[in-house]
């Protein structure tokens, strides 16, 4: 059974670049979470993806979108990045949702804005 | 507005001593509820889920509706227990949210 595996490991980019992050979900799942995970705290959920539809969003602005493929790999993109979006990126699978199914994490992308 | 708190971020006890370590939420409907756990070096992992109601390495959590807490437990803390400890809400309904806390550290002292 593979893992969840996130790419690229770490990332720099300046303010107002935009920014690609990838995921590849656990063998078998078809539903993906993004958080965003500053330091010092807990993830915050950014947004879910279920059968290529994003089924579920935190309270992250809209220059915050996703995208997951037929083939349950998911990306993350960020547009016109700020400061503040410096932060450790995760990636979570699980099967059919979220509501009583465990999620599996990946390792994360840090992401450092500069 | 849904919210998970855990209230301390720093929990020390020493080996062979009970732990608690607090979570409480606020959700108007029915929550599903999650303890995650982070070792050293280590991804983010599940721990326990309300609805099993199981207790896994020792550690045990009861939904508590009227006080809103599920509080994770364990009578005699070991050295291998010290990792960062999330306690995390998922909405319920089709369209899901996610709610962690800030953590807690635990830290089990020889």
């Known amino acids: 059974e593979t893992g969840v595996t996130q790419s690229p490991t770490h990332l720099i980019k300046t303010r107002g670049q935009q920014v690609t992050l990838r995921c590849s979900s656990q063998?078998?799942?078809?539903?993906v979470s993004w958080y965003q995970q500053a330091l010092g705290q807990g993830p915050q959920f950014i947004f879910q993806y279920y059968r290529e539809e994003e089924n579920g969003r935190g309270n992250f602005p809209p220059r915050f979108s996703g995208l997951q493929f037929p083939n349950y790999s998911s990306e993350l993109n960020v547009n016109a990045l700020e400061l503040d979006d410096s932060a450790l990126y995760l990636c979570?699978?699980?099967?059919?949702?979220?509501?009583?199914?465990?999620?599996?994490f990946g390792p994360g992308t840090r992401l450092t804005v500069l | 507005a849904q919210r998970v708190t855990q209230p301390e971020k720093l929990l020390s006890v020493f080996k062979g001593a009970p732990v608690e370590l607090k979570c409480n939420y606020s959700?108007?409907?029915?929550?599903?509820l999650f303890w995650y756990v982070q070792y050293s070096r280590q991804r983010l992992q599940l721990l326990l889920r309300?609805?099993s109601r199981e207790s896994i390495k020792g550690f045990t959590a009861d939904l508590n509706k009227g006080e809103t807490s599920f509080h994770l437990k364990k009578p005699f803390a070991q050295e291998e227990d010290s990792a960062m400890y999330y306690c995390?809400?998922?909405?319920?309904?089709?369209?899901?949210?996610?709610?962690f806390g800030i953590g807690t550290k635990l830290q089990v002292i020889p």
């Open positions: 959700y108007s409907g029915s929550p599903e």
């Open positions: 995390a809400l998922v909405s319920s309904g089709g369209y899901q949210k996610v709610t």
């Open positions: 063998s078998g799942h078809n539903t």
């Open positions: 979570a699978s699980s099967s059919v949702g979220l509501a009583g199914n465990e999620q599996f």
């Open positions: 309300h609805i």
